[in-house]
């Protein structure tokens, strides 16, 4: 890992180097927020706001990252969240992201509108594998796509609630990227200028709503994605919840709570987590950022069920924040996705080795020789 440590030494420069190795539309759309990118701004000033006491002279310290979760033993308190289209940022993401999830130990969560299905990521994945389910307003259809997710191995299934109607993503839409329409000239020029990612993608077929493919009876992006709108997005309800609780085995986690008597809501329908977040910034402009609604969402489920964080996150030092502040694990989206458009498989393994070498680093600098003791929040002193 040495030279990649010197060449990306933090997430953020996995990004610089994602941006001038993908076309812009693919860039835009990973890296932007919503409306002005405040709620974005938002979670990272948020996050950097949180300063934690250290403690000294504790002796000699090996601090021990490993969390468990649902019956998991993970490596570290970090997973990789759900990204949709992925396969734009690089074809084949979703697989090189789940090889480095099984063998670094933690979590992949694949997203309903992934550029891989179930099938192809459960096998690599193999028990670090998750499922993201944007809900189908049918039934019949939701219980396949759970059918399919489950004998893929996957056993923790995250159902997306903050997602009650598209935003309106102005900077993709300047580069060029909509949700409705296909291939334009705008993105053809982007194109001309990244042969690698161009090439890559011309000998990997281009990226498509792979697991929507079966419903949408069409290999055609444009009818699949018209497909995925009219039939999955839309705003559940509380029945939904219960139905789909009613039919999942596994753990079932509600995925872009805010509001504490959302979380004691879900709980009370039968969810065994929240996953509090405000989809890094990218659906509401005007929500809090996510840091800052995490410790009354904690307060308010009084332990009940585990709370994962995420929205924002580019370093362990995050990490250890939102644990400090009494989240039981943590989530990053774009973090990994930088690490695959910059550097394929070894960029999203040199994204995991960023994040948590930096937790090590936090831990021995605050002084917590496990997470039990980096959750007691008097090490908390300023930011909220
Ligand atoms: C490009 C992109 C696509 C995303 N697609 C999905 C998705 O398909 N399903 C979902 O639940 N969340 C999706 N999210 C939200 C992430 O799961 C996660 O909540 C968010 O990225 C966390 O913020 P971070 O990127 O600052 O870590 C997406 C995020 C990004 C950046």
């Known amino acids: 890992m040495d030279h990649l440590d010197d060449r ?4 953020s420069d996995l990004r610089a180097a994602a941006k001038v190795r993908i076309p812009h539309f693919a860039f ?16 990272r000033a948020a996050l950097d706001a949180v300063r934690l006491m250290p403690r ?7 601090p021990d990252q490993s969390a468990e979760l649902f019956g998991q033993r993970y490596d570290s ?29 933690i979590p992949y969560c694949l997203s309903t509108v992934a550029a891989k299905t179930p099938e192809e990521v459960g096998p690599v994945a193999g ?36 997602i009650p109607a598209p935003s309106r993503r102005e900077r993709q839409r300047r580069a060029g990227l909509s949700i ?39 290999n055609e992006m444009d009818a699949q994605r018209r497909f995925f709108v009219e039939n999955f997005m839309h705003n559940p309800s509380r029945d939904y919840l219960d139905a789909l609780r009613a039919e999942w085995k596994g753990a079932l986690v509600v995925k872009g709570i805010l509001d504490p008597e959302d979380a004691v ?15 890094g910034g990218r659906q509401f402009d005007a929500a809090p950022p996510a840091i800052v609604a995490l410790p009354r969402v904690v307060e308010a489920l009084e332990g009940r069920v585990p709370v994962i964080f995420d929205s924002g996150i580019r370093t362990g030092l995050d990490i250890a924040r939102a644990i400090a502040l009494g989240a039981d694990f943590c989530f990053a989206g774009r973090p990994f996705l930088y690490g695959v458009a910059a550097a394929g498989q070894a960029g999203a393994d040199q994204a995991l080795h ?31």
Do not use: C
């Open 56 to 62: 000294f002279l504790k002796g000699d310290q090996s």
């Open 127 to 162: 028990e670090m594998g998750w499922f993201q389910l944007y809900p189908p307003r049918d039934h019949g259809l939701m219980r396949d796509v759970l059918a399919r997710a489950w004998e893929a191995g996957m056993r923790v299934l995250a159902l997306t609630v903050d």
């Open 77 to 105: 308190p970090i997973g990789m969240a759900p990204v949709g289209m992925t396969g734009l940022m690089w074809p084949g993401a979703e697989l090189m992201l789940a090889d480095t999830a099984r063998r670094g130990r």
């Open 8 to 11: 990306f030494p933090a997430i």
């Open 265 to 279: 809501m879900v709980a009370d329908h039968g969810a065994d987590g929240v996953w509090l977040s405000n989809h």
């Open 180 to 218: 409705q329409a296909g291939v334009n000239r705008q993105m053809l020029s982007h194109v001309a200028l990244r042969p690698a990612w161009a090439l890559a993608t011309a000998r990997h077929g281009k990226a498509d709503l792979a697991t929507i493919a079966k419903y949408a009876g069409s």
């Open 354 to 384: 960023i994040l948590r070498d930096d937790l090590d680093n936090a831990m021995r600098q605050f002084g917590a020789a496990d997470l039990a003791e980096l959750r007691r929040a008097h090490g908390v002193v300023a930011g909220l």
């Open 28 to 43: 835009e759309y990973l890296d932007s927020g919503t409306t002005e990118d405040a709620a974005m701004r938002g979670n």
